[in-house]
């Protein structure tokens, strides 16, 4: 949005009637750019980043499909929202400009009032985006200065040679419960440019089996008060053998620890929860998550999607959600399985 805070519309049609014409419906309202092709159109994008593209479909030489999968496979415009407009009254074409990433579709002969209130309803949620973006940030930067606290003063007192070993413990414990509300910190934004289709990946080496062991020793204290066990398998033994692999170490033990959370909640007592990792025939990394109990049918089918949950007060429905989202970006998928008394959550991982 411009300083004079007015949002930035960008037309792109190949005939100066329509340009003319929809410039008059938004002129008073935005700060509005044209373009009579594509080429010039992702220039001035590539300068001076619209809030909105309204793009024309049929173009001589590069037509309106192939500039919006080059905004959308661009990070650094990926976000701007695409409304074609065309005087198509075409299934398949609405179709494919929906899997590009168009956000609408505006017919032409062209209604004025539907144009505004179109173009209005796409910045709104635009806007939207970005106030919850600012207000993750500043939640971040808040959030840390008190977590390094809970950071350093466990690292300090485990300078003091006095201390018993169980002492040492409950400290290591602290400590490591301080660096995990960081990562989860630092993780919302991250997730919320996965939605979008925004993230950039970066794997590094690292050890599936030893997040796994770090997360289960998250939960041992609220697994043991439960009367639950908590078993960690990797290629069938329990030895403390390593599982490499590559991947963001941060992103997979958010994923196990909301699936084993979710497994844990779900456990009845006495009952074990059982995380399993080896590797899959054609390469890569499975991993499964087991408990005793049973899913709802009604969210069985829904059960890896957005605010999904039964019978729980305080759940929101975001665990699975955002376990797909992670296995999703490095290439692989999730998937659940329930029957007989068990449920079997499986994260399939690529070589």
């Known amino acids: 949005m411009s300083a004079q805070g007015r949002a930035g519309i960008l037309i792109v049609d190949d005939t100066p009637f329509n340009i003319e014409l929809l410039e008059g419906f938004l002129c008073q309202i935005y700060n509005v750019d044209t373009a009579t092709c594509g080429e010039k159109a992702l220039d001035i994008v590539g300068t001076s980043p619209p809030d909105l593209v309204l793009l024309d479909v049929i173009m001589p030489g590069m037509d309106g499909f192939e500039v919006c999968r080059r905004l959308k496979a661009d990070e650094r415009t990926a976000d701007i929202p695409v409304i074609f407009i065309t005087a198509l009254d075409d299934v398949a074409a609405e179709t494919r400009g929906l899997e590009l990433g168009a956000i609408d579709f505006i017919t032409k002969p062209f209604n004025p009032a539907v144009v505004r209130a179109r173009v209005a309803n796409h910045i709104a949620l635009r806007e939207a985006a970005r106030l919850r973006e600012d207000v993750e940030r500043i939640m971040r930067h808040d959030l840390k200065s008190p977590l390094t606290t809970v950071l350093s003063l466990p690292q300090l007192m485990l300078m003091d040679g006095n201390l018993t070993p169980p002492q040492r413990d409950m400290l290591q414990r602290i400590e490591d419960a301080g660096y995990t509300l960081l990562a989860m910190t630092n993780l919302s934004t991250t997730l919320f440019r996965m939605e979008r289709g925004a993230y950039e990946l970066r794997p590094e080496k690292m050890d599936l089996a030893a ?141």
Request: aromatic letters at 6%; glycine letters at 14%; hydrophobic letters at 40%.
């Open 211 to 351: 997040v796994a062991r770090k997360v289960l020793t998250g939960f041992a204290e609220t697994a043991e008060m439960r009367g639950i066990g908590l078993r960690l398998l990797v290629d069938g033994r329990d030895d403390g053998r390593p599982f490499p692999w590559m991947g963001e170490e941060l992103l997979c033990h958010s994923m196990l620890a909301n699936l084993v959370g979710n497994a844990l909640d779900a456990s009845p007592r006495r009952a074990d929860v059982l995380v399993s990792i080896g590797a899959r025939p054609e390469g890569g990394a499975r991993i499964d998550i087991v408990n005793r109990g049973d899913v709802a049918p009604e969210l069985q089918g829904r059960f890896f999607e957005k605010y999904a949950t039964v019978g729980k007060a305080r759940g929101t429905g975001l665990g699975t959600y955002s376990a797909r989202l992670i296995a999703r970006a490095h290439g692989g998928d999730i998937e659940m399985k329930c029957g007989a008394g068990t449920v079997e959550v499986s994260v399939f991982l690529p070589a």
